[in-house]
């Protein structure tokens, strides 16, 4: 069985361009927030807001974790999701079926992109202190970094940082796969139809885009969940890949 390459995001930090690009190499299965359905929808759902919607038969956690599984004794598996869907689910035996790697992103780009669409999201649901808890307790875990990827990084040099990626994670850097045809963003989400992902289907590559939001001082509770953001996003930003310098045998400094 092979152990599932898995990329630990959190909302809005290019995410999904990155799973788009791991596609596109065509030599792994992807799977697009496999937990989130679960976490959002499942049976045993643990959002942690109002949502009396009917759940599919059979889907939780269990379910989920078993298809991926499944598909990892099929061959390669790449899976992009984020770590506050699966706290509950992280221990050491589940922990070690993952090849563990990040992608993070300065909040006060993040999070104005989540306050587009969902102007009431919840700190639960942005996942930064989540994921700094996964990456704090994997460096402790594993003796060093896992590879982190800053989606900045990313957009400004894709090439560069996807190489190091590779090397990080042990797989082959395939350069074509940083570009590809404009397309149908619906199979990137199972809530809403894609529409979170309305610059994915006009893109190319990855590459800076245009943004237009709001200010993180906009509004009093998006600069408050900022703030308690920022230091989980800052801690996990001194490990990031560059492009000539790769962080998977770094070791992790506590005191970060």
Same mark, same amino acid.
């Given at each position: 069985?092979?152990? #599932? $390459?898995?990329?630990?995001?959190?909302?809005?930090?290019? &995410?999904?361009?990155?799973?788009?690009?791991?596609?596109?190499?065509?030599?792994?299965?992807?799977?697009?927030?496999?937990?989130?359905?679960?976490? =959002? $929808?499942?049976?045993?759902?643990?959002?942690?807001?109002?949502?009396?919607?009917?759940? !599919?038969?059979?889907?939780?956690?269990?379910?989920?974790?078993?298809?991926?599984?499944? *598909? *990892?004794?099929?061959?390669?598996?790449?899976?992009?999701?984020? !770590?506050?869907? #699966?706290?509950?689910?992280?221990?050491?035996?589940?922990?070690?079926?993952?090849?563990?790697?990040?992608?993070?992103?300065?909040?006060?780009?993040?999070?104005?992109?989540? =306050?587009?669409?969902? !102007?009431?999201?919840?700190?639960?649901?942005?996942?930064?202190?989540?994921?700094?808890?996964?990456?704090?307790?994997?460096?402790?875990?594993?003796?060093?970094?896992?590879?982190?990827?800053? &989606?900045?990084?990313? @957009?400004?040099?894709?090439?560069?940082?996807?190489?190091? =990626?590779?090397? *990080?994670?042990? #797989?082959?850097?395939?350069?074509?796969?940083?570009?590809?045809?404009?397309?149908?963003?619906?199979?990137?989400?199972?809530?809403?139809?894609?529409?979170?992902? *309305?610059? @994915?289907?006009?893109?190319?590559? @990855?590459?800076?885009?245009?943004?237009?939001?709001?200010?993180?001082?906009?509004?009093?509770?998006? =600069?408050?969940?900022?703030?308690?953001? @920022?230091?989980?996003?800052?801690?996990?930003?001194?490990?990031?890949?560059?492009?000539?310098?790769? #962080?998977?045998? &770094?070791?992790?400094?506590?005191?970060?």
């Amino acid at each position: 069985m092979h152990k #599932i $390459l898995t990329l630990w995001a959190v909302p809005r930090s290019t &995410s999904t361009a990155f799973e788009k690009m791991m596609s596109e190499r065509g030599d792994h299965h992807c799977l697009h927030e496999p937990f989130g359905e679960a976490w =959002y $929808l499942g049976e045993d759902r643990l959002v942690p807001r109002p949502n009396d919607t009917p759940p !599919p038969p059979g889907l939780n956690f269990g379910s989920v974790w078993r298809g991926m599984q499944d *598909a *990892a004794k099929n061959g390669p598996v790449f899976s992009k999701d984020f !770590p506050h869907y #699966i706290m509950h689910m992280c221990d050491d035996a589940f922990l070690d079926r993952f090849n563990h790697s990040f992608l993070i992103r300065d909040p006060e780009k993040a999070l104005p992109s989540m =306050y587009k669409h969902w !102007p009431d999201f919840m700190i639960e649901e942005t996942g930064f202190a989540e994921q700094r808890a996964l990456f704090d307790r994997l460096c402790d875990k594993l003796g060093h970094a896992p590879p982190v990827v800053d &989606s900045d990084d990313l @957009l400004n040099d894709p090439h560069g940082i996807t190489e190091a =990626y590779c090397h *990080a994670c042990n #797989i082959p850097f395939i350069a074509k796969a940083l570009e590809w045809r404009q397309g149908d963003r619906k199979s990137y989400s199972w809530y809403d139809g894609g529409s979170w992902h *309305a610059n @994915l289907e006009q893109s190319t590559g @990855l590459a800076p885009q245009k943004r237009d939001y709001v200010a993180i001082d906009h509004d009093q509770r998006l =600069y408050d969940i900022y703030q308690k953001c @920022l230091p989980h996003y800052e801690a996990m930003k001194t490990h990031r890949l560059t492009s000539t310098v790769t #962080i998977a045998s &770094s070791k992790y400094d506590k005191e970060v």
